[in-house]
Nanobody
């Protein structure tokens, strides 16, 4: 049992920044951020393992950074240089597997989602 609650979503102009946070009830081997826009499949954005190894989608490399704050039990996603294509519902996820970190089937715990809208 892992409970996840996202926060920090909102609206931003293209080129701007947002920081998402996900509070978790207990640590897992892998945690990740996914996003889904209407009419599109859920996409793995960024993931981090308990050993600190990270993985990013090519579309966000150099712009997004995933991190964990162990003192606050939060998983964060810093999103810089935002583009309209980043507009989506963003979900926090947790799972036991250390592999296939950007595939949704790897994760069995999910937050409720937080909306991010980027205008041009």
């Amino acid at each position: 049992q892992v409970q996840l609650v996202e926060s920090g979503g909102g609206s931003v102009q293209a080129g701007g920044s947002l920081r998402l946070s996900c509070g978790y009830s207990r640590a897992t081997n892998s945690m990740a951020w996914f996003r889904q826009a209407p009419g599109k499949e859920r996409e793995g954005v960024a993931a981090i393992r308990s050993d600190g190894i990270t993985s990013y989608a090519d579309s966000v490399k150099g712009r997004f950074t995933i991190s964990k704050d162990n003192t606050k039990n939060t998983l964060d996603l810093q999103m810089n240089s935002q583009k309209p294509e980043d507009t989506a519902m963003y979900y926090c996820a947790a799972g036991v597997s250390r592999w296939n970190l950007l595939l949704s089937r790897t994760y069995n715990y999910w937050g409720q989602g937080t909306q991010v809208t980027v205008s041009s």
